[in-house]
């Protein structure tokens, strides 16, 4: 690099700017919908109740690896789990698609607009004069968004066999199993269908599937494959929020419905 | 003919202020038509940058209305002329008078970067073979015009001066198309963490908002490279196949 400092303009103070739109809007709206989603899910993390209902499954508990529903994996909470702690099936699982989220490149520009105006958006000054990047603690591990997405692939698989087992609904007079369709089936399968758009369209994907090689040409599979997912990834951003707001709306879904407040549609 | 006040920028490295200038305006008319127009009349010794005036040649690189834009692409009619049009200087280079800035840094930057390598040729007459679908993705990249719109809403060198550890995205564009070049074999990743600062980088994709060849700066080029950092420093999965590959390759070898 050149070794001369540069004379530059003083820097402008925090929020000041020439520009004429309305330039705080957008780092409002992340700030105010993500903090929404971030304490809605936590909040339902921790009720570790109502998260299931007849077939259906919330994706926030899903995969239920111990609980007491009929989905659970292994069975009720284990004798292991320490009595001090608070137990919910969430809490096991949440932390993949949660550090998915948190390290998406996608989410990462637009957070750290939103809560730590870093910068508050473009061209417009800033309230630190520090500056360290994602080159230090803890930033650094954003870098570490390929392996939440190796786990968020395995959890679209996971969720795809949650919408199959969404069409098989029990009779409990009969006890019998039969196959139908209702709203909760739509919604979990919609889910999936955005929840795979985000997962699918994700840089680091596109960087696995074939962006790392120069000569992409010489590997006609991966070459489809990258023509894939960057063509879903030149819409990630709605990708990431269309997800974001139906993974909160299928478990308001399945909660309501345990809770008796609202009935499910059944088509057939 | 209807009329509009310029808030333009005066001044030179020891500091200025915005003076007012009011000129005439008719339709299609651009930001720089305005200012050349106010030069001629009003202020013969307004400093201002300019050269084809079709958006080409990225000499008229400006501030209007707080935005990083080109002066000759950005039309009146874009603008709520009922206010006055500011007009000022990249902010992240050196000013030398009026909207003129120095912008040799970028210049500096790019000597550093290492060339295009090729590999051996592939035919015996010494050429090469290429498929479109290799070049295609480091075809975006020669749009760029050097206007450095970039470099200036970079917040990193715009607001935390960080010249002297990172090239900005204008170069990453230039590192990722020649680090991406089907012929190329020079290795430039490990400059690109320790001395270009790619970890400065996060991912506000300005640049990319602010590109006056619509080049999807953070999308295309910036985030592949720290992907392909990454692939170098923080993946043991990926280093240890690429070993085990080797390793194999070493082994089957006469």
Redesign the interface.
């Given at each position: 690099m050149p070794d001369a400092v540069l004379p530059l303009p003083e820097p402008r103070r925090f929020g000041e700017t020439q520009r004429r739109d309305v330039w705080w809007l957008a780092p409002l709206g992340t700030f105010i919908v993500l903090l929404a989603f971030v304490l809605y899910s936590t909040w339902a993390a921790f009720q570790g109740d109502h998260y299931a209902w007849g077939p259906y499954l919330s994706p926030f508990y899903s995969p239920e690896l111990f609980g007491y529903s009929q989905h659970s994996w292994f069975g009720p909470k284990p004798v292991w789990w320490p009595s001090w702690l608070l137990f919910s099936p969430a809490l096991l699982i949440l932390w993949a698609p949660g550090g998915f989220r948190l390290t998406c490149y996608y989410y990462r520009g637009a957070y750290y607009k939103g809560f730590w105006a870093d910068p508050p958006s473009c061209a417009v000054g800033e309230p630190r004069k520090h500056y360290l990047g994602e080159n230090s603690f803890p930033l650094i591990l954003q870098n570490l968004h390929r392996y939440f997405l190796y786990l968020a692939l395995l959890f679209i698989l996971v969720l795809a066999g949650d919408v199959w087992k969404a069409l098989w609904f029990s009779d409990p007079a009969t006890g019998r199993t039969t196959f139908g369709l209702g709203v909760g089936t739509l919604v979990l399968a919609v889910n999936v269908v955005l929840l795979g758009g985000y997962t699918f369209s994700c840089h680091s994907l596109r960087h696995l599937v074939g962006g790392c090689l120069d000569v992409v040409s010489r590997a006609p599979i991966r070459c489809r494959a990258y023509r894939c997912v960057s063509c879903l990834n030149r819409r990630h951003m709605l990708w990431a929020w269309a997800s974001l707001f139906w993974v909160a709306f299928s478990d308001i879904y399945v909660r309501m419905l345990s809770l008796g407040l609202w009935s499910d549609w059944r088509f057939f | 003919m209807p009329g509009a006040t310029f808030r333009i920028w005066r001044g030179d490295?020891a500091g200025g202020a915005f003076a007012d200038y009011s000129t005439e305006v008719t339709e299609g008319m651009v930001v720089l038509d305005a200012v050349l127009r106010i030069q001629a009349a009003q202020a013969g010794d307004l400093a201002v940058r300019w050269n084809c005036k079709a958006g080409r040649c990225g000499s008229c690189s400006a501030?209007v209305?707080?935005?990083?834009r080109l002066m000759c692409m950005t039309r009146l009619s874009e603008l709520?002329l009922e206010?006055p049009v500011?007009v000022?200087p990249m902010?992240?280079?050196?000013?030398i008078k009026d909207l003129a800035c120095d912008v040799g840094?970028n210049y500096?930057?790019k000597k550093?970067i290492r060339p295009f390598k090729p590999r051996p040729p592939d035919a015996p007459d010494g050429t090469w073979r290429m498929?479109q679908?290799?070049v295609e993705r480091v075809q975006e990249f020669r749009k760029c015009i050097e206007c450095f719109l970039c470099q200036d809403?970079c917040?990193?060198l715009?607001?935390?001066?960080?010249?002297?550890?990172f090239?900005g995205p204008r170069y990453f564009v230039q590192v990722a198309a020649l680090?991406?070049?089907?012929l190329?074999a020079e290795d430039r990743l490990a400059e690109l963490g320790q001395?270009q600062?790619i970890?400065?980088?996060?991912?506000?994709?300005?640049c990319t908002?602010?590109c006056p060849e619509n080049i999807t700066i953070?999308?295309n080029a910036i985030?592949?490279l720290?992907?392909?950092w990454?692939?170098r420093?923080?993946?043991p999965i990926r280093r240890f196949l690429g070993w085990l590959r080797l390793k194999g390759g070493a082994g089957s070898g006469p």
């Open positions: - | 490295a501030e209305n707080g935005r990083p709520p206010q500011t000022e902010r992240a280079f050196p000013r840094w500096e930057v550093r498929a679908a290799d809403v917040h990193v715009r607001e935390h001066a960080k010249h002297q550890e090239i680090e991406m070049h089907p190329d001395t600062g970890g400065f980088c996060n991912i506000t994709k300005c908002r602010v953070t999308d985030i592949p720290k992907e392909r990454i692939d420093h923080y993946d």
